[in-house]
């Protein structure tokens, strides 16, 4: 369970302590949720450096699951960048046993007439696992689907399954109107690989009837053995620890096998105690 970033600065108060300072966030957030999604690395590749105090900064267990930089997933054909994309995997080793599930994006003008570069860009990656996430509208239809999924559970690459539905199915919303960047697209609940990663992009409020449709489909995963790495998203996101911590709750209503959040177990300051 985790969120797409972990330097929010409107956290402090909330998800961090009262005057948490900036240089403390990974660290914080690290002894809260247990993995994040690496955004970050889609903008800009860190040094050696960098990677390394990520890794010092964390617990044991904890996992980072970066995304493939843009520069390699969004620059026209893909087979091109597997040079690229193997050198950025070396540097995320560096996090050792941090590195969770890498995974590659792609862009929505990027469809299944790519299909023989795609393939060729998959086959060609080594050494760590890896999760696709499609935008295309096409890839979510027959036949594109099966031929993807198929190449995907040969390869034992996941599938990045995105879900959109709570800030396009509510009512219109001016504070989400100019926030509705993220793609329209179905949602396939598609497993291809012993792990999956689900990127739940949340409304502020209005999230009750997603995540127990969602509890009853992680209940069923869990139990056949697959490994879920759920990030919790939300166009004001302020509401994104909050939002994944109501999903916690419910998971534990429903009696499902899932490992307590750090965060819940973080001992709350003792009060003192009064005569009168």
Known sequence: MGCAIWAYKQWVGDLFPPKSKASDFLNLYSRRFACVEGNTTFYSIPDRATVGRWKSETPLGFKFCPKLPKTLTHSGKLASSISGALKFLELMQGLDDRLGVLFAQLPPSYSPA??????????????????????????????????????????????????????????????????????????????????????????????????????????RWLQQGTEIYFFVHCPVEEHSPQNARQFQRLLEQQDVNVPPLPWDLIEQPPSQMSLF
Request: aromatic share 10%; proline share 8%.
């Open 114 to 219: 790519n299909f023989a570069d795609l393939e060729t860009f998959l086959r060609g990656w080594k050494g760590a696992d890896l999760a696709l996430e499609v935008r295309h509208a096409r890839w979510f239809q027959e036949p594109h689907r099966s031929r993807l999924n198929e190449l995907l559970q040969e390869l034992k690459i996941g599938r990045v399954l995105l879900d959109t539905r709570p800030i396009y199915e509510c009512e219109d919303d001016p504070q989400l109107e100019s926030e509705r960047k993220k793609p329209k697209v179905p949602l396939q609940p598609d497993v291809t690989a012993p792990f999956t990663l689900i990127r739940y992009i949340s409304h502020p409020t209005l999230n009750q009837q997603y995540l127990e449709e969602w509890v009853k489909i992680v209940d």
